[in-house]
């Protein structure tokens, strides 16, 4: 699953263990913010052609962390000086199939970073986000059939570049070998440990 997100998105990490769509795009603000957020850069932009679920989400979270979550048009983002970080549906909600890169482009100029929410299925056929530069894709499983459970209603992803890889939530899951020498799957990197319960 991870290796299939990688692919589709252009991002070179994954993970699989946040619990929606709407929540990964949260924890994606989340983890922007303490990566480029500083006193002077407060500004959360959302494109308003998200799902308004996930706008919902990403208001609710961001208010005890002291962001401003500004909702706009896709085509009236201006990122700036303010801002870091920026939110794009890719397709949008209602099925629009933008081009995306200028925006990522001046996001980048500004100093922001640009997370995309993403359909998988619709990756199998649009271009990555990763290859126009998008920071961090967000998304959910449910498009291939993955059912209710597991703790979330579904299994939601986050992918993003290498060097943000400290900075991801969750748990990232490596392949190495066993003592017998057979492929084994293991915890590789860890900034939560959600996991691990005293007695």
């Known amino acids: 699953y991870q290796t299939m997100v990688a692919d589709l998105t252009g991002l070179e990490i994954t993970n ?38 996930t706008i919902d989400v990403v208001r609710t979270r961001a208010e005890p962390l002291g962001i401003e979550v500004r909702v706009e048009a896709f085509e ?9 970080g920026i939110l794009i549906q890719y397709p949008a909600t209602g099925g629009d199939i933008l081009d995306l890169e200028p925006l990522v482009d001046r996001a980048h100029e500004s100093g922001a ?32 059939g993955v059912p209710l459970g597991f703790g979330g209603p579904h299994a939601a992803f986050m992918a993003t570049r290498d060097r943000f890889k400290r900075q991801m939530p969750g748990r990232l899951v490596g392949v190495s070998k066993d003592t017998q020498g ?4 293991r915890l590789a990197l860890q900034t939560r440990e959600q996991h691990i319960r005293r007695d």
Do not use: W, Y
Not at 119 to 136: H, M, S
Not at 182 to 185: D, G, T
């Open 16 to 53: 699989a263990s946040l619990l929606d769509e709407a929540t990964a795009a949260a924890e994606a603000m989340a983890m922007a913010f303490g990566i480029k957020g500083k006193r002077d850069r407060t500004v959360f932009l959302v494109a308003d052609h998200c799902h308004p679920q």
């Open 113 to 144: 970073l640009a997370i995309a929410a993403c359909d998988l299925l619709a990756l199998t056929l649009l271009r990555p986000p990763g290859e126009f530069g998008v920071d961090i894709a967000v998304g959910s499983a449910q498009r291939f």
């Open 182 to 185: 057979n492929p084994a799957l």
């Open 76 to 84: 009236d983002l201006q990122p700036d000086a303010t801002c870091f």
